[in-house]
């Protein structure tokens, strides 16, 4: 059995290949319990969050990890995910770091997302 | 009973008062099952997360939190906190930005730390 961080591994690569390609089929990453918080906007069940996500005002978007830590969650099976890193839009040159944030859980052999939190981040100034 | 973003913000008010003011008092919000992935570094255990705490190679250090987002976790009471912000060590005048993510579970009429991970963030460049 794959430990808790070759599972993290794969999840961050599938879901941000996903969200890279064709962002209408993360909708199989949530379930009606899933929650999002995107920059401080709240959502709540598969669709809206993944209504949220495909009406960003973006066409194309590339993810680029750069830290991705994990620890296993409390709760049996699940893992926290924590992942650092930078997106780019569309045309746009310049890079936006950004910080995300998973709780995953088991169900029927695979893994869907309880928990998620996005923030871009900036850089820090007195 | 207050709702879990009043408690989240209770929590990460009281931790980052604790670990500006003596860190060696974090000790009380850990127990010996909680997990700390410092900067890649993992932890176990009240003591060793503490010990590492408070050997971080400097004798000031303030934190300024940027933004704080809290969703219930999926065991039963707890929460799951994600801050943005950034600190100054010393006399250094540059902040650096973080981040760092909790799981809190309830216990004995307050809360402890479950999991606990902490990033350095760096200006996303191209």
Redesign the interface.
């Known amino acids: 059995m794959a430990n808790f961080q070759d599972i993290a591994q794969q999840f961050v690569d599938f879901y941000y290949k996903t969200f890279d390609g064709d962002r209408t089929q993360l909708v199989a990453l949530y379930r009606p319990n899933s ?1 999002l ?1 995107f920059e ?1 906007e ?1 959502f709540q069940g598969a669709q809206n969050i993944v209504e949220k996500l495909t009406n960003l005002p973006f066409e194309k978007v590339q993810h680029r990890v ?2 991705m ?1 994990a ?5 049996e099976g ?1 893992i ?1 995910v ?1 992942v ?1 890193g ?1 997106l ?1 839009v569309d045309d746009q ?5 950004y ?1 995300q ?1 998973f ?1 995953i ?1 088991p169900a029927e052999g695979s893994y869907y997302v ?2 998620d ?1 996005f ?1 871009l ?6």
């Open positions: 929650m918080t401080k709240p750069d830290t830590d620890q296993p969650a409390s709760q699940g926290v924590l650092t930078a780019m040159p310049q890079p936006m770091s910080v944030n709780t859980l309880f928990n939190m923030r981040v900036y850089p820090a100034h007195g």
